[in-house]
């Protein structure tokens, strides 16, 4: 399936949707949600600019964006069941995301040559970035969900926050190839790893803990592919 140019536009569409629905949702929603809508809208517009832009990450962003989206809605069925809202979350981001995928679709992205030769990235180094960067496109929207949700303790939302903030740089840095990049993404995902333990401590709802668990796990994983070269290098 070739159609490169019109799966991008497809693609970009949805991301739009979303951008501006969150938008939406945060002007005209409920006050105590306003910074989860907020965030969330500046990620899908990041996705949508970055890869109306052509930046080499944006596709394998995007992707980790529209996985989000796909876990949000098989989520929603397992609570909820088929509603119709919950079909659309899923199913527009199954789109968005089968739209991105693939070899054709990847030469307008992170196939290019020009950012490879100017960075010095191999084959395998370019596997180990792109990986990260999807999971960290998975776990961005998750930390911004549990960093600004209501809640009472104010200790938690600090430390949620700082999470957020050393997340958010770290994927910057990750994307220049910044070694510390690498690190802080690492850090972050300790963090929340270690605030899903807390809420399992007190014996919070099951869905409070998922949130940072998954969101921490996901920021490690994406920090693990470059363990090992690491090491290599610490050991030459």
């Known amino acids: 399936?070739?159609?490169?140019?019109?799966?991008?536009?497809?693609?970009?569409?949805?991301?739009?949707?979303?951008?501006?629905?969150y938008l939406l949702n945060a002007i005209l929603g409920p006050p105590q949600l306003t910074k989860v809508f907020y965030g969330f809208a500046g990620v899908y517009g990041l996705a949508f600019f970055s890869?109306?832009?052509?930046?080499?990450?944006?596709?394998?962003?995007?992707?980790?964006v529209g996985l989000f989206g796909i876990i949000l809605g098989a989520v929603g069925l397992w609570q909820v069941g088929p509603d119709e809202q919950i079909l659309f979350i899923g199913g527009t981001h199954l789109v968005a995301v089968m739209c991105l995928?693939?070899?054709?679709?990847?030469?307008?992205?992170?196939?290019?040559?020009?950012?490879?030769?100017?960075?010095?990235?191999?084959?395998?180094?370019?596997?180990?970035?792109?990986?990260?960067?999807?999971?960290?496109?998975?776990s961005l929207p998750f930390v911004l969900l549990y960093a600004f949700a209501p809640r009472t303790g104010g200790a938690e939302a600090i430390v949620a926050i700082v999470a957020l903030a050393i997340a958010g740089l770290g994927f910057r840095a990750l994307i220049r190839l910044r070694t510390w990049g690498v690190l802080a993404i690492?850090?972050?995902?300790?963090v929340m790893l270690a605030m899903a333990g807390m809420e399992l401590?007190?014996?919070?709802?099951?869905?409070?803990?998922?949130?940072p668990a998954?969101?921490?796990?996901?920021?490690?994983?994406?920090?693990?592919?470059w363990l090992r070269p690491a090491l290599r290098f610490i050991r030459a």
């Open 214 to 225: 998954l969101a921490g796990a996901l920021l490690v994983l994406a920090a693990m592919p």
């Open 1 to 21: 399936m070739k159609l490169v140019g019109e799966r991008r536009a497809l693609s970009a569409v949805v991301f739009a949707f979303w951008f501006l629905m």
């Open 101 to 138: 995928w693939g070899s054709a679709m990847a030469e307008s992205y992170d196939g290019q040559t020009a950012w490879r030769e100017k960075l010095h990235m191999d084959e395998h180094a370019v596997q180990r970035l792109g990986r990260s960067v999807i999971r960290a496109g998975v």
């Open 51 to 64: 890869l109306v832009a052509g930046y080499f990450w944006a596709r394998w962003f995007s992707v980790g």
């Open 201 to 211: 401590a007190y014996q919070h709802h099951e869905m409070l803990v998922l949130r």
């Open 186 to 190: 690492g850090a972050a995902g300790g």
